[in-house]
């Protein structure tokens, strides 16, 4: 059993640790992911939060057909749709109260490590949504297209035709870039 | 603490508060649900029991006796052994009366009968429907005449053709009085399709069988309707025609026609309670129909004697009467008993419109009582009154003694 869910079934179980590993291993990864939906990292970080929220007090059954990261995306994913169908804070968005660890640290630079990694994530910002979606489920968090399509609710093939295009697109973007200097 | 332990923190102190709060709400919403579901079914418990036919109260319905005809002369003899009063009329009524001539000198007040259900009782005291529906032990015997016209005679025995026979027994204490009746009967169709009695709602009142009334003295039509009412085969209903009597107030009295029957019955009113003698006098028809010319009078001056006066001028009693039009009206069972025991009992002859036949009774303490709506009623007019027209009777008119206890001793000496 992955890290993830053995954490989150400790969790289930009571112990309050289990939570906070959980928002220790997965709260950059998920924020960076809803950013590249929502595309405002503040707004990100705080659907982020709402997600380990609705873990936290609805306690949803996590079920081990996929990984434990699938699974988390998918709900962080209809989150954000959530939030930018509604481009409101919810009961559980009333989260001023929260830390945001995005005023304090550059999510991007201490996640992203290495130099080309970051010039490469900079360069999926600006592709299309769908583009940067996949790019960054395949690169950053290294999903199985599986998973990839579990998190996207898109079929395999899509996946896959999406993976080409958003290659495609990026390898322009990157070009551009290079040759802007 | 890292940042991260430090935002597992926060998130952990909300989602523990909003936990707190969603206790708190699902606590209220259950115990706000628990009462709304307890007084749910508290009404629907009610509702139940409301709408429970076995539960209704039954309407306050007197005792109404079945009704057989007798074909014998002889109903009268089997009137208690301490029966002591009797009287005949030339109106084809005959009356039995008992008494109880014990030491007290208690006096009976009602002596009234008819071809029609009425009532007269042996109890020992006042004996208005009323009373004898409540008394235990009573059994009432009455004889009236049928339709055929006899004679005023003192032989008993020449009285009557055909007696109707009136037996009541109450039911309250659960045993059923002693039979005293031993006369042949044979089964006589009412005429009113077996209503004992009906209650109209528009007019207030229960009203119950009490006599037939020719068609002609019956006036308005005040309305069609369906009837439910008790018979001795239980409840019953039909199609009847009721009308007022000419004369006579419906809330008093109303004459009914059942079905496409011709003949007319009449229903006196057994709730019917007016504000003052006056308007029972007005409203009733006393003053119109009532005959006043015979009375009892029970002398306890020496010993026990009971004198019958005829010939008394009726309008002179309804003039006196009229002389306390202001006099309350109570009904028996808001006055003490010493105060409807009678010391003198005038008899109310109706026969001029209805053959029935009731009596007012002069208590010397004040009150004039009567048994015409066969709820009894009771009317404060004073002890002066009272005494006024006693004497007036005593006085002007030549009584006659009636011996009491003997088989026969029902008329007049």
Redesign the interface.
Known sequence: MENGASSYLRFLSGEKEGFAELVREYKDGLTLFINTIIRDIHISEEAANEVFLKLYVDKPKYKAGYSFKTWLYTIGKNTAINYMKKFRRTAYSSVDDLCYISDETDIEADYIKSEQNLLIHQAIKALKTEYAQVLYLVYFEELSNDEVSKVMGRSRKQVSDLIYCAKKALRAELERRDSNG | M???????????E??DS??EE?KKKSALIRRVSFSVSGLCAAALLCFGIWKTPALQKPPEIPQVPEIAAVTTAAAETSAPAKSTACMTTAAEVKTTRTSDNSASGVQTTAAASESRPVSTHTAPVNTAVQQAAQTGAVETIVTAASTAPVQTTQAAEETTQAVTTEKQSSPADGESAPSQQESPVEAEEPGTEGYNYFTMDELGGTYILTSSIDPAFVDDHIKNTVLTGTSSQGEIQSRAAIYSVQGIAPEVMTAVTFGSQDSYSVYCNYSYKPATLGEFMEAAGITRYASLDKAYYYDLSNGYEERYYTGIDTQKVIDMLLGCSGAECYSYSEVTSDKTVSDLTLICDMSSALPMSRAFGINRRGYVTTNLTSGGLAFNIGADKAEEIIRMITDNYGGTVTPSGEDGANTPV
Request: charged share 30%.
């Open positions: 890292d940042k991260y332990d430090r935002c597992a923190a926060a998130l952990m909300l989602g909003i936990i969603k």
